[in-house]
């Protein structure tokens, strides 16, 4: 599942230069949202278990900040480049305006290989992140949140750090922590379920019946997990599975539960291809991350890493619905070739704003210290996606466009019109 030597931040320019020009964007605007407003990049020393000192190069973007603070994720891997930041940052500031959030964009990263690291080890890399960049960061500045490969025990750590340097507590300065520090319990699965709301959405659109639609997931991790489960339980047939590793694949359906515990078990999904549990006592394919793309499916939801649809490929995509809940999966080229072949293309800039949306709720519950329940934050998350989910169908038959287009026509005029406002222009 590696991604392609695609320039994510090119792609993500492209994309914004074709609502730019349906909305007669003047060139000042344009130059602004076309480049982050701010980018950070320091090195991070690490004190490693053996005694040894290494340095890890660490950035954090911050794209636009006209809707209101910084908001974004960070993610620790070694495939993290400046140029997927600057992307990444760039699509939050669509996403959060599009849901209508009271948010900008940004992004963060740092490069290197967390599976390698002791806990002490990956506590002291976190630290480090925030003693690096605490003047940049805060509830009214830029909110980080968890990414690939980060999760509620990093932003703890880094909540800590962030309140030892500050001198006070502020535990809306990180989205995604513990509940027991400010955290909210649907936190975790609120992309997944965002997902599973637009999946939803669209198959009333396409007048799909549940139990007959087939769902096809490329990435098996906290957002694929939860997507996959909240689909099952809803009675859609979720036929493959995939990881890093590999896929499976069995048309009579699987279980995602049975499935995630059968991966902890064996380190991958490959390994579950034949176990009861998960794939109701009959033997599943084992199949490539490319092949899963390619299924006949009628629904097929990347929720792994950017550039999976290429030009390439896009031609061979028999799915009647691609649902992005991975960041960037489609690129420019990708995007016009299912939209010939009339594929319909929910973007990540709808499908996975769950998680932006659970972190919104998060933030603002942490500022008034009254927290809602796990029902309550689901039922609005669902109001949100789902109004934003009919404004995108609308804005793309009133321009003839598909859905990516007018996602950003909705959520690039709200920025323009922010800037504007302020005197930006």
Same mark, same amino acid.
């Given at each position: 599942?590696?991604?392609?030597?695609?320039?994510?931040?090119?792609?993500?320019?492209?994309?914004?230069?074709?609502?730019?020009?349906?909305?007669?964007?003047?060139?000042?605007?344009?130059?602004?949202?076309?480049?982050?407003?701010?980018?950070?990049?320091?090195?991070?020393?690490?004190?490693?278990?053996?005694?040894?000192?290494?340095?890890?190069?660490?950035?954090?973007?911050?794209?636009?900040?006209?809707?209101?603070?910084?908001?974004?994720?960070?993610?620790?891997?070694?495939?993290?480049?400046?140029?997927?930041?600057?992307?990444?940052?760039?699509?939050?500031?669509?996403?959060? *305006?599009?849901? @209508?959030?009271?948010?900008?964009? !940004?992004?963060?990263? %740092?490069?290197?290989?967390? +599976?390698?690291?002791? $806990?002490?080890?990956?506590?002291?890399?976190?630290?480090?992140?925030?003693?690096?960049?605490?003047?940049?960061?805060?509830?009214?500045?830029?909110?980080?949140?968890?990414?690939?490969?980060?999760?509620?025990?990093?932003?703890?750590?880094?909540?800590?750090?962030?309140?030892?340097?500050?001198?006070?507590?502020?535990?809306?300065?990180?989205?995604?922590?513990?509940?027991?520090?400010?955290?909210?319990?649907?936190?975790? *699965?609120?992309? @997944?379920?965002?997902?599973?709301? !637009?999946?939803?959405? %669209?198959?009333?659109?396409? +007048?799909?019946?549940? $139990?007959?639609?087939?769902?096809?997931?490329?990435?098996?991790?906290?957002?694929?997990?939860?997507?996959?489960?909240?689909?099952?339980?809803?009675?859609?047939?979720?036929?493959?599975?995939?990881?890093?590793?590999?896929?499976?694949?069995?048309?009579?359906g699987l279980n995602p539960a049975a499935a995630m515990t059968c991966k902890i078990e064996k380190g991958k999904i490959a390994e579950c291809y034949y176990r009861g549990s998960v794939v109701n006592g009959s033997k599943a394919d084992v199949i490539t991350n490319d092949?899963?793309?390619?299924?006949?499916?009628?629904?097929?939801?990347?929720?792994?890493?950017?550039?999976?649809?290429t030009a390439k490929n896009a031609n061979s995509i028999k799915a009647k619905v691609v649902v992005e809940l991975a960041n960037g999966p489609t690129t420019p080229d990708a995007d016009k070739i299912l939209y010939e072949k009339k594929i319909v293309a929910v973007p990540d800039t709808l499908a996975n704003s769950g998680g932006v949306i659970g972190s919104y709720f998060e933030w603002?519950?942490?500022?008034?210290?009254?927290?809602?329940?796990?029902?309550?934050?689901?039922?609005?998350?669902?109001?949100?996606?789902?109004?934003?989910?009919?404004?995108?169908?609308?804005?793309?038959?009133?321009?003839?466009?598909?859905?990516?287009?007018?996602?950003?026509?909705?959520?690039?005029?709200?920025?323009?019109?922010?800037?504007?406002?302020?005197?930006?222009?």
């Open positions: 599942m590696a991604t392609s030597a695609i320039n994510p931040f090119e792609s993500a320019k492209k994309q914004l230069k074709i609502a730019a020009d349906i909305l007669n964007l003047d060139k000042k605007t344009l130059a602004i949202l076309s480049q982050p407003k701010r980018e950070l990049s320091d090195d991070i020393p690490v004190r490693m278990d053996d005694g040894s000192t290494q340095n890890f190069n660490s950035l954090r973007v911050q794209h636009n900040d006209a809707l209101g603070p910084f908001k974004g994720g960070i993610r620790f891997s070694p495939q993290v480049s400046i140029d997927e930041v600057r992307a990444l940052a760039m699509w939050m500031t669509w996403k959060t *305006s599009l849901v @209508g959030l009271p948010f900008g964009g !940004a992004k963060g990263g %740092v490069i290197c290989d967390p +599976k390698k690291f002791s $806990k002490r080890e990956l506590e002291r890399l976190s630290r480090g992140y925030v003693q690096q960049f605490v003047e940049y960061i805060g509830p009214d500045k830029d909110i980080p949140a968890p990414d690939v490969y980060t999760n509620a025990q990093i932003m703890a750590w880094m909540l800590d750090e962030y309140e030892k340097l500050t001198g006070h507590h502020a535990p809306g300065a990180f989205t995604g922590k513990p509940v027991e520090i400010g955290g909210i319990g649907a936190r975790e *699965s609120a992309t @997944g379920y965002g997902g599973a709301v !637009a999946v939803q959405q %669209v198959a009333k659109l396409l +007048k799909l019946k549940p $139990k007959s639609t087939t769902v096809a997931i490329q990435g098996f991790g906290n957002v694929g997990h939860y997507a996959a489960q909240f689909l099952h339980d809803a009675g859609y047939k979720v036929v493959a599975l995939s990881d890093s590793q590999g896929a499976i694949y069995n048309k009579s092949e899963l793309l390619e299924l006949g499916v009628d629904v097929l939801i990347p929720a792994a890493l950017e550039n999976q649809i603002v519950q942490n500022n008034y210290g009254y927290y809602w329940t796990d029902d309550e934050v689901h039922e609005r998350l669902s109001k949100l996606v789902i109004s934003a989910f009919n404004k995108v169908v609308a804005k793309s038959e009133e321009h003839s466009v598909n859905m990516r287009t007018g996602a950003y026509l909705l959520a690039v005029h709200r920025v323009a019109n922010a800037i504007e406002l302020r005197g930006g222009v």
